[in-house]
């Protein structure tokens, strides 16, 4: 028997759905078609950022011990990083803060990084890229300022896979234009069609 691990925030965890219409429940669904006997433990945190899953990483045995046994480990990670540093620039973006949270992201993933694979070496890795929700709701007239900092984050996460030997889900091609469609009445997390195609992309990566 095989352990599918699900790591990250509320996109893991399911949140607006529930954790049975999440993205790695219906991953796993999917994969079960070719190994029947595959074992999901979803461990997705609501608000989880960079930091607090690598103590998780560093500090919980049991976590430990999941990451050594797992075949496939998946990570949703980052987009709260951003929101912490947006909540508190009030919507306007300071070019230096921004610069300084992005270069936290990307330390901080690596740190992650070196974590799973000095726990697990052979796992197959996957890593979902941010998308951008802003243009579905009441702020949509920040989605073109905030598209770059998305855009940013989105090649960390890039050369943080070609690094750890990881694959990429490209999310945020998912919801590009499709916003409306693809995102909950929260304007931020995913509809049941959005974990859907999330679901979607993970099984391409």
């Known amino acids: 028997m095989s352990l599918y691990l699900a790591l990250g925030d509320s996109i893991t965890a399911g949140y607006g759905v529930g954790m049975s219409f999440s993205f ?25 950022t960079t930091r607090g ?17 797992a075949s496939l480990i998946t990570l949703t990670i980052g987009s709260n990083d951003l929101l912490q540093y947006l909540r508190n620039s009030s ?4 070019l230096s803060q ?15 990084g070196e974590e799973l694979r000095c726990l697990n070496p052979r796992a197959t890795l996957k890593i979902g890229t941010l998308y951008n929700p802003l ?10 300022q905030a598209q770059p900092i998305l855009d940013r984050a989105n090649s960390l996460i890039l050369a943080w896979a070609n690094c750890y030997g990881g694959n990429v889900a490209q999310i945020e091609r998912e919801f590009c234009g ?3 469609l693809l ?23």
């Open 24 to 48: 790695p429940t219906l991953y796993a669904q999917y994969l079960r078609r070719y190994e029947p006997d595959l074992q999901l433990l979803n461990l997705g945190v609501n608000g989880l």
């Open 53 to 69: 899953l690598l103590a998780s990483l560093r500090q919980n045995p049991g976590l430990r011990q999941r990451v050594c046994q």
């Open 91 to 94: 919507q306007v973006f300071n």
């Open 98 to 112: 921004l610069t300084l949270a992005l270069n936290c992201l990307g330390k901080t993933l690596c740190l992650i």
């Open 135 to 144: 243009p579905a709701g009441p702020y949509a007239q920040y989605a073109r």
């Open 178 to 180: 499709k916003e409306q």
């Open 183 to 205: 995102i909950g009445p929260d304007f931020a997390h995913p509809n049941a069609e959005g974990y859907q195609r999330i679901a979607r992309a993970f099984a391409r990566a």
